[in-house]
């Protein structure tokens, strides 16, 4: 994600990773979402489905910010089985994380 920003000159989007779930440093979060009292949007990026991943348990623990979801669609499976399929839905969240349109 970072090598995409840098690649493309993207210089108005910040990067958060976060490190520790639980228990979730809802302190720290805060204070890096007040560094940014002009943003747009916040955006929750994960690899895994929908309806997997940290993204549920998120929206149970910081209930206080408007997240957007950015992730597969909803699956049975983790993995796509493909890597071909697979490199075509990591590049489309990528672009989709920076409001790209994927074109194939």
């Not at 520790?20 to 955006?43: F, I, R, S, T």
Request: net charge positive; hydrophobic share 40%; charged share 30%.
């Amino acid at each position: 994600m970072v090598d995409y920003r840098e690649k493309n000159n993207i210089e108005d989007t910040a990067i958060v990773r976060i490190e520790q779930l639980y228990p979730l440093p809802l302190h720290h979060l805060e204070a890096v979402v007040a560094k940014y009292k002009n943003h747009k949007k916040l955006v929750w990026v994960q690899e895994e489905p929908e309806n997997m991943g940290a993204w549920s348990y998120l929206l149970r623990r910081f209930r206080k910010l408007n997240l957007e979801l950015i992730a597969r669609h909803s699956s049975g499976s983790p993995a796509t089985g493909s890597s071909k399929r697979h490199a075509i839905e990591q590049r489309d969240l990528i672009e989709r994380a920076f409001d790209k349109v994927l074109v194939s």
